[in-house]
């Protein structure tokens, strides 16, 4: 399902309201809540407002169990670590006990990061389906979503939950989780924003499948749900399926 919304602000709003929900429902019936973020400028402000009232107080903090889709090889200081953005702007700010934000170890040699946060998601789901409650995601202007690239060797990924991948232009090692584990979640939601992703959007929803090319086409929930918040720019080349 595909929500417009008028911009930033709004879809953040949106989409805070519609996290909040998972995760009250979520504690009420499984005892805790799963939430896998993502990097990028997008859900900075989605972050903001859950760390400010009424989300602060309204959820489920201590609950709540925080992992990460993707990350870059570097230290947990760099500025281009997601989950240092995620600490400053949002779990910092709010009541979840330290052994509930499950960070990726980015120092390590890739591989062995790799094992180890394997390892880490294996221990939290202990024997059971590896169903994340809700992750977020984001798109790149080239198709790619959660260090999912174009072309790359980890999208035919079938064996492990996370993997490593080399980003050649970008000239850095990326951590990330694979298509089986986060295609088993049972709430995914994306994020977009800006004319910038207009183009790619439109080739993503209603284009040829080209997975290969565009690797959120991949992205495709076995038993979840499987929405697209975006505002009025992002959506300039799609048709509309729900207004926000």
């Known amino acids: 399902m595909v929500k417009i919304y008028k911009d930033l602000e709004e879809l953040s709003r949106a989409a805070a ?8 429902s979520a504690v009420k019936t499984r005892g805790k809540f799963s939430l896998v ?33 993707d990350e870059r090889c570097v230290p947990a200081d760099d500025e ?5 953005m995620a600490r400053k702007i949002l779990l910092d700010q ?25 390892n880490t998601l294996k221990d939290y789901f202990r024997g059971l389906s590896p169903a994340f409650d809700f992750v977020l995601l984001g798109l790149g202007e080239n198709g790619h979503t959660a260090s999912l690239f174009p ?3 980890v999208l035919d990924e079938k064996r492990y939950w996370v993997s490593q991948v080399y980003v050649p232009n970008l000239k850095m090692w990326r951590l990330k989780s694979t298509i089986p584990i986060l295609n ?18 439109s ?9 290969k090319q565009l690797p959120a086409q991949l992205i ?16 300039s080349q799609i048709q509309k399926d729900t207004e926000g």
């Open 37 to 69: 973020l993502s990097g990028g400028n997008t859900p900075r402000r989605l972050y903001e407002l859950l760390a400010e009232e009424p989300y602060r107080a309204q959820m489920p903090w201590s609950k709540t169990h925080v992992f990460w889709g």
């Open 184 to 201: 088993q979640a049972r709430k995914i939601v994306f994020l977009i924003d800006g004319a910038s992703k207009a183009g790619v959007l």
């Open 151 to 153: 072309e790359s060797a």
């Open 17 to 24: 309201r519609i996290l909040l929900e998972a995760a009250q």
């Open 94 to 118: 709010v009541p979840i006990p330290d052994e509930q934000i499950h960070t990726i170890a980015s120092t390590l040699p890739p591989l062995k990061a790799a094992e180890e946060y394997q």
């Open 220 to 235: 495709q929930p076995q038993n979840g749900d499987l929405l697209w918040l975006v505002d009025q720019a992002a959506a």
């Open 203 to 211: 080739q993503v929803l209603h284009g040829t499948r080209r997975p």
């Open 80 to 84: 281009r670590n997601n989950a240092h």
